[in-house]
T-cell receptor
């Protein structure tokens, strides 16, 4: 099956700085890369996604980059706030097949 | 936005018993999934289901596991018999089958096997 590596596992940043999370995947047929935010005791919620026909996507302070040659994608949170503190999971998928998730990044934004 | 519901939110059972986890997916969705998350770890794919059939399952989907969605009712995950290592949070997800691949996740069922 697909392996998705996600780093770092723990990330602490100062408020208003940026935070970056990196993921790599194995299956070159992967074409959909969502990012989910999960708060303690809650279900994962999609925050941004990117498809393989794009290299960059931005929604407000969230930027995702995709490098298909390197099989690498990343999430960048600009101007972080304490409310951004949560677990973040990347995933790779070939469409309607299952998502292969990374192991998650615990982000803490320090006021 | 669209909501996936899961019943129950918590379930405690003795090892060897049967358990059924229920998922009420988004109403017009066609693809259904179960994931398993052990505390503090990533979600791991168990199975996906489309058009009344299992499309793909992982090695975590043991022979003791089964899924069904009789007549458009709940999408269920049954474990019979349960084992200690089945203790986890089980998330159901659904997606629409249109050009959006987004999977909507339910709130999870926390299963504790004693």
């Amino acid at each position: 099956g697909e392996q998705v590596e996600q780093l770092p596992s723990i990330l602490r940043v100062q408020e208003r700085s940026s935070a970056s999370i990196n993921c790599t995947y194995e299956n070159s047929a992967s074409n959909y890369f969502p990012w989910y935010k999960q708060e303690p005791g809650e279900n994962p919620k999609l925050i941004i996604d990117i498809r393989s026909n794009m290299e960059r996507k931005q929604i407000q302070g969230l930027i995702v980059l995709l490098d298909k040659k390197a099989k690498r994608f990343s999430l960048h949170i600009t101007d972080t706030q304490p409310a951004d503190s949560a677990m973040y999971f990347c995933a790779a998928s070939t469409g309607y097949q299952n998502f292969y998730f990374g192991k998650g990044t615990s982000l803490t934004v320090i006021p | 936005g669209p909501k996936v519901l899961q019943i129950p939110s918590h379930q405690i059972i003795d090892m060897g018993q049967m358990v059924t986890l229920n998922c009420d997916p988004v109403s017009n969705h066609l693809y259904f999934y179960w994931y398993k998350q052990i505390l503090g770890q990533q979600m791991e794919f168990l199975v996906n289901f489309y058009n009344g059939k299992v499309m793909e399952k992982s090695k975590l989907f043991k022979d003791q596991f089964s899924v069904e969605r009789p007549d458009g009712s709940y999408f269920t995950l049954k474990i019979q018999p349960t084992a200690l290592e089945d203790s986890a949070v089980y998330f159901c997800a659904s997606s629409s089958g249109d050009i959006s691949y987004e999977q909507y996740f339910g709130p999870g069922t926390r299963l504790t096997v004693l």
